[in-house]
């Protein structure tokens, strides 16, 4: 063979890829781009082969990185209904035209499906003929050893008394217990290590596939919902009882876990003193339950990463607040009894709500304010609260008469108080048990006290344990692609004519991919001399004349 084709095998060796040279081993070398034809199937061929390439994987998996960047910073209807509904109140011409482009739902809405439709097509487009080719690679025999193994990057040759068939079965034993996979032809032997690095590489891919089908099929079968519930009120789990619920396309909301539950107290406790004065430490929520209308009442507390589970759903604690307890008397001697949930507002849980009373008479009562749970007065003598616990209750109310535009067909919040059509009658601020006077007879209004109030959040997630396995896959196969290393190393044995007769010229090459050459040198220095404790070089001439002299 000439010198040129010599170099051409060289070469041809030097490819190190799971597969043949075509395969797209670590999913990083792209693919050659090919021009769109005139016809429509060819057209349609490239689209696909663009979609299915690694590097719009890698755009898409960006895009929806940033498609997510929305959810983090806006208040969700799933996760946070009582901050949807702040950001309502604090922003009333932007919240509806966020809520039109999905941005109170981004999860859920048509934008962010698409590009994670396309993700998974795109991945799998890819990762799967990767697959196919890698299965195919790790059948087939290693790379028969290249003409001229001195020109590989690791190498070495010696001369040894042992004939090539004695060589070639010494290596091909040492290499298969180095667990190299080894195939032998005649007196030279291939092998190779390393086909775990792909493994774990294509492991990490078809996990990431495993974890986006999860999710979908959590989408598509799974529920969200949320329901805010008072002391000593109840909620049996149907889909009008839900203050807000989101339920895949394939769910029957018919047909619910029928579980119930009553709350039966809410306790929260602060930390007192120190730096953190006034973060939460613990929550609890007692509750009693029944997986169903005939079994036995439980008792159960809910608490922070401790749901409660009923019929493969789970009853998450995630938030809480101050319902103030009112008794107010109209102008005709009827009473009204109203325990209201308020929103919190701040890290000190002063809440801020509205009472609304349609069937006082003569006119309609409103009442607004803010609750604080230890009320004191600044230097300016305005009412504030200092800490979240109930030190010191207290309520700043206004009441209005008139009109409350209940009856116009229009949506209003149960938070807001539209008092365009109201009058102000008179404000306070007012103690637990205290009253006040409305003027010309309009009645009376008294602060009895307060309920606490909790929000659970219900959801069934069919996928999380399939989802929870492929993370695990994913961290497996990311480990195994980052710490094995491919490398292939190959032996040769030719009887040496210009030696004396029986000794044989021994050549060994090593090839690693130049990437993960890191700690190669050392590996196939161990390797020659194990392989020369079996089939040891021929001493020196030099030597063996001083020997004899």
Known sequence: MSETQADVDDVMAAKLDTAPVEADELGTRQRAGRAPRSSLWASVRWAWYVLTSMRTALILLFMLALAAVPGTILPQHASSPLRVRQYYVHHPTLAPIINRLGGFDVFGSWWFAGVYLLLFI????????????????????????????????????????????????SAYALLRSKRFRVDRAGSSVAAEKGHLRETGNLLFHLSLLVVLAGVAVSAAFGFTGTVLVKEHNGFSDTAIAYDSLKAGRLVDTTKLPPFSFTLNSFDATYERSGPTRGAADSFNARVTWQPNLSAKPRDYDITVNHPLSSGGANVYLVGHGYAPHFKVTDATGQVFDEVTPFLPQGGTFESQGVVKLPDAQPLQLGITGFFLPTAINDLNGRP????????????????????????????RSVYTLDTSKMTLLDTAELGSGQTLTLPGGQG?????????????????????????AAVVCMVLGLLLSLRVRRRRVWVRAVPDGSQ???????????????????????????????LQKVVPPVADRSTERVQED
């Open 384 to 411: 504030i609260s200092t800490f979240p616990a109930p030190d010191n209750p207290a309520v700043v109310i206004g009441v209005f008469s008139g009109d409350l535009g209940l009856d116009d067909g229009v949506p």
């Open 122 to 169: 795109s991945l799998a487009g890819c990762v799967i003929p990767r697959s196919r080719r890698h299965l195919r690679a790790m059948r087939a025999r290693p790379p028969a050893a290249p003409r001229n193994l001195g020109r590989l990057p690791h190498n070495a040759s010696w001369t040894t008394d042992a004939d090539a068939d004695a060589v070639a079965t």
């Open 444 to 468: 009376s209004v008294t602060f009895v006290g307060f309920d606490q109030w909790a929000t659970f959040q219900i959801s069934r997630d069919p996928g999380k344990g399939v989802v929870l």
């Open 500 to 530: 004396p007769a029986g000794r044989t010229v021994v050549a060994v090459g090593g090839l690693t991919r130049t990437d993960a050459t890191s700690g190669f040198d050392d590996e196939f220095a161990g390797l020659v001399a194990a």
